[in-house]
Nanobody, 114 residues
Framework: QVQFVESGGGLVQPGGSLRLSCAAS????????MGWYRQAPGKLREWVAT???????NYRDSVKGRFSITRDNAKNTVYLQMNNLKPEDTAAYYC????????WGQGTQVTVSS
């Protein structure tokens, strides 16, 4: 079963940018839809963005126009470019398939604070 390792998080000021990476242990070419999720302290994990094999994308309303999800099948990696970050974006970020999900990875922490 393909597993995922997230990286690229950190501490950033409001308005700043980060690029998260999700490296898969195997090929993602056959995975129809990949997604990014996040979980803030004391809250449930929530969906953030989806990218399908044809590169179509969807975003939760609160990140539209600020976040961009891409995939590089040759590198078995999915990315999340996050711009104009806000304090409410603070969370641990995870990637996974949209369906038939693999066990969750460790995630990468994003903290937006001045």
């Amino acid at each position: 079963q393909v597993q995922f390792v997230e990286s690229g998080g950190g501490l950033v000021q409001p308005g700043g940018s980060l690029r998260l990476s999700c490296a898969a242990s195997g090929s993602i070419f056959g995975i129809v839809a990949m997604g990014w999720y996040r979980q803030a302290p004391g809250k449930l994990r929530e969906w953030v963005a989806t990218i399908r094999s044809g590169s179509s994308t969807n975003y939760r309303d609160s990140v539209k126009g600020r976040f961009s999800i891409t995939r590089d099948n040759a590198k078995n990696t999915v990315y999340l470019q996050m711009n104009n970050l806000k304090p409410e974006d603070t969370a641990a970020y995870y990637c996974n398939r949209i369906s038939s999900q693999s066990p969750w990875g460790q995630g990468t922490q994003v903290t937006v604070s001045s």
